[in-house]
């Protein structure tokens, strides 16, 4: 899946808005959106996310790496982007079980929650 095939924001506004069960893939649309709000740049899409992602922690997006990078921000001035690293790690939670999958990188879970929505919609 290229980058510009994820999910949109309106999509995920949508699932959340639609979706009436209770499962793994909503609980994580809305920790998704929680790191979109949060992000500093405004109104940005999945697909453009991640590029500034990978420019900040100038490495793979695994739960590590982001980990990492998040403990040499300063809450004083980057608190916001602090808070939405923090929804982002929730995300490879994505079994909500406290057993994080650090293999994986976030292009995998948004691939993952784009075609489960997607397929769902096409249904």
């Known amino acids: 899946m290229h ?3 994820f ?3 309106t999509e995920l506004i949508d ?3 639609s ?3 209770d499962n793994n893939y909503k609980s994580t ?3 998704l959106l929680e790191a979109f709000t949060d992000w500093p740049t405004e109104n940005i899409e999945v697909s453009e996310m991640i590029p500034e992602l990978k420019k900040e922690v100038q490495d793979k997006l695994t739960f590590d790496n982001i980990s990492r990078f998040l403990k040499t921000l300063n809450p004083i001035k980057d608190a916001w982007k602090m808070e939405s690293l923090s929804s982002i790690l929730e ?3 994505f079994e909500q079980n406290k057993n994080v999958n650090k293999e994986i990188e976030l292009e995998d879970i948004l691939e993952k ?3 489960h929505y997607r ?3 096409n249904c």
Do not use: A
Request: net charge negative; glycine share 0%; no cysteine.
């Open 3 to 5: 980058k510009e095939t």
């Open 113 to 115: 929650i784009t075609e």
């Open 15 to 17: 699932v959340l808005e």
């Open 29 to 31: 649309v809305d920790n």
């Open 91 to 93: 995300l490879f939670d």
């Open 119 to 121: 397929n769902k919609s």
């Open 19 to 21: 979706d009436p069960t």
């Open 7 to 9: 999910i949109t924001l």
